[in-house]
């Protein structure tokens, strides 16, 4: 964010799923012009020829004279100084495959929650490795924050998250709104860890609804997963942090219980007794929780610290065990 200040940073988004489409109409209500990249030929044309993506919020309506919408990665990169990423994790070196312009001197935002499978990185140190991306230039925009909500200017807290706070200011005045409130942290480690965790605990709770268990356990796991979230953040990288705020245990709780969750639901259709991959295809939108349940266990073989709801999680997903008899096990870990 160095070559302008104030609102004319040049802003762009790299996705076309529903967050990026909320992304993209935060900026674009407080900022002249967003760049996007969008490599959906339909989202694209929407976009273009009526200023709604047919795809995703279809009713949100973007002013067409403030929206660069673009099949060109490279064009859009270069024309901004500040890079908002807001793919799922799993698609995000596809996204990023045909980028041959440089990164240096830009400022890139992950709104992505989970983990590039396969590399075991979080999108941070992923563009840290891949790119050569200081730390000091990568952000993070997180919170408890369903798309939807966003789109119809339903009040939202949302974090900016980068290594000093002038800059995380510096990225939330981007965002900030009547609808839209900022706070700021500079725990880039912790929030984005637990930004992935909470999609593996609201599966945990998905199954759990699924198999019938009733509002007295939910309460009971959804504090354990608090614990548990903690007690990974806290083993694997100690800082000062509170994870009773917002970015960690409100974004933890909407996940567990709003019907908007896609890991929740993914969760439910398995609880209901549908194998793992036919709840898979059910889904129309990517649950994080699935990649993030096999990249956390992998993370963790180094930490070896306790989780017994996120083992219990990979093992229904990964290793075929029955959700009821592991969920029966799960009862007697938890206080």
């Known amino acids: ?116 499978p396969g590399d075991y990185k979080t999108v941070a140190e992923y563009l840290h490795d891949r790119y050569a991306l200081p730390y000091d230039r ?29 800059r995380a200011r510096m990225l ?26 909470k999609n593996i605990y609201a599966l945990a709770v998905g199954l759990a609804v699924g198999l019938g268990y009733g509002d007295n356990f939910l309460s009971v796991l959804i504090a354990n997963s608090a614990g548990e979230m903690r007690r990974f953040l806290d083993e694997s990288y100690p800082a000062e942090r509170n994870t009773q705020v917002s970015a960690y245990l409100g974004d933890l709780l909407v996940t567990c219980y709003s019907t908007y969750s896609r890991n929740r639901r993914l969760g439910l259709l398995i609880g209901h007794g549908c194998t793992v991959k036919s709840a898979l295809n059910e889904m129309t939108m990517v649950a994080e929780g699935y990649f993030a349940a096999e990249c956390i266990r992998h993370i963790n073989l180094r930490h070896r610290i306790e989780m017994p709801i996120a083992r219990m999680v990979y093992e229904v997903l990964y290793e075929g065990a029955s959700p009821r008899r592991s969920m029966e096990r799960l009862t007697h870990e938890l206080r």
């Not at 990568?138 to 002038?166: F, N």
């Not at 409130?181 to 930004?195: N, W």
């Open 172 to 197: 939330g005045e981007k965002f900030a709104s009547q609808s839209v409130r900022i706070s700021y942290s500079t725990d880039l480690y912790g929030i984005e860890y637990a930004a992935i965790l």
């Open 1 to 116: 964010m160095n070559h302008h200040t104030g609102n004319e940073t040049r802003c762009a988004v790299i996705g076309y799923g529903s967050w990026a489409t909320a992304i993209a109409g935060m900026l674009a209500a407080r900022n002249s012009q967003v760049g996007w990249y969008v490599r959906n030929p339909e989202v694209l044309e929407g976009l273009r020829n009526e200023g709604r993506n047919p795809r995703y919020l279809s009713d949100m309506e973007f002013d067409r004279t403030r929206i660069a919408p673009s099949d060109d990665l490279n064009a859009v990169v270069r024309g901004a100084d500040l890079l908002v990423l807001a793919t799922p994790s799993a698609y995000l070196k596809d996204f990023l495959a045909p980028l041959t312009e440089p990164l240096d001197g830009k400022f890139v935002v992950s709104a992505i929650k989970g983990i590039v």
């Open 138 to 166: 990568i952000g993070l925009l997180t919170g408890p924050s369903h798309a939807e909500e966003v789109a119809r200017g339903r009040l939202t807290y949302l974090t900016a998250v980068c290594s000093d706070e002038a």
